[in-house]
């Protein structure tokens, strides 16, 4: 449970908010984009950092087992 909550703090409200829409609602880049009024390869860095900071905490939380 704390592994969690250590992996939801690490991500800004956009960062979550991008990811849900990309994944949980199927949304587009291109949609997204039009949401915060930037490019769809502005969305796709942000998914990519957002992704990597995930990748990041769950391979040091598996490091530790």
């Known amino acids: 449970e704390k592994e969690l909550i250590?992996?939801?703090n690490i991500?800004?409200?956009r960062d979550?908010?991008?990811l849900r829409l990309?994944?949980?609602q199927k949304t587009?880049?291109?949609e997204v984009?039009?949401?915060y009024k930037?490019?769809?390869e502005r969305v796709r860095q942000l998914e990519d950092r957002a992704l990597k900071k995930i990748r990041s905490v769950i391979y040091?939380?598996?490091k530790k087992k």
């Open 28 to 30: 587009t880049q291109e």
């Open 22 to 24: 990309r994944f949980l």
């Open 38 to 40: 930037v490019t769809r």
């Open 6 to 8: 250590k992996l939801l």
């Open 11 to 13: 991500l800004s409200k």
């Open 33 to 35: 984009g039009k949401i």
């Open 60 to 62: 040091q939380l598996l």
């Open 16 to 18: 979550m908010e991008v």
